[in-house]
């Protein structure tokens, strides 16, 4: 079977991450995967040309399912993909996408072809059913990891590194995570930081944090993308994730499947499974941020052993090769080979 993912343009990030994830997957059970951009680097992004590209990849792939991820590879795969082809459209954004007046209406058409909603989050299924009531629920699967990451080995008194793994983004927080990196380096120098991930250099935000990272002395610890996430998670002691909302992190979710403590907003913990722990503080504040992870180091062996605890449970339950099967039963696809 030829399977078409749809992503906006070529970047690093959580939809991404699944993408990349789900491939891997089809292809260990004899699938094609292919994968698409709406906007390739370098391509006209109107409408018309937008639409055009589209139909010429699907004419020219001809695939038997398509998986589009975000709000426009949505939208202009329900307006291009043909009727016959089974379609699954991936809700990935944090936010609510259709508090947009505009990505209301642009939902519209979708109602004259067969497709289904996936939402990654609980809050996702919600927000869509509030706007569209009349339509069929979201389906929902979560985002999966990979089933090939290492356990956390070892057990120190105290921990030392604390590892941050995702974009550099506004979305994360960065102005909040150097606050706190900041403020922990004068309480407890012994702590080493850093945040393993691609930096959006496009974002003036970033642009400036980044400025600010080199004023304060920190830019160092902004390492760049991770070349081997699980052994990078494995080799930290703590995950501080700074972001303020997400819709389903993996990143979150590696360490937890790694063993690794976390510590994250309220807003986030509040997307993952209640059995999975997390110190959490209030969204967007330094001081309650600085305080959760001073928690989690002064209590490391209780909380590392109810990390590593649940660990096996967040593998079994958010396992990809899970998660990839579940697409294609949705589709309505055999899962096993059709060459």
Partial sequence: MKIL???LRPQIGGAETLVAGLATEWRRMGHDSELAYLDPEGEPTGRLARGRRLHRTI???APDLVVSHSALPNLYSSLVTPRRTPLLSVLHSATDDFASSLLRTAEAPSRRRGRTVIAVSRKQVDEYVAHFPRRPR??????GISDDLPRKAGAPSRPVRVI???RVAGQ?????WLDVVERLSSLDPALEFSWAGPVLDSDPRIARFRSDARTRGFAHLLTGPSADVGADLAAADI????????????GVLEAAAVGLPVVCSEDVAAT???YVPAATFASGDPSSAVAAVRAVVDDYPAVLGAAQGTAERVRAEFSISATAIAYLRVAGVDGRSTS
């Fill in 239 to 250: 995950c501080f994730h700074p972001s303020s909302r997400e819709a389903h992190s993996i």
């Fill in 5 to 7: 993912q749809l992503l």
């Fill in 138 to 143: 979201p389906v929902l699967i979560p985002n």
């Fill in 272 to 274: 993952l499974q209640s």
């Fill in 172 to 176: 994360k927080e960065p102005e909040l």
């Fill in 164 to 166: 941050t793994m995702a």
């Fill in 59 to 61: 004419r020219a792939i």
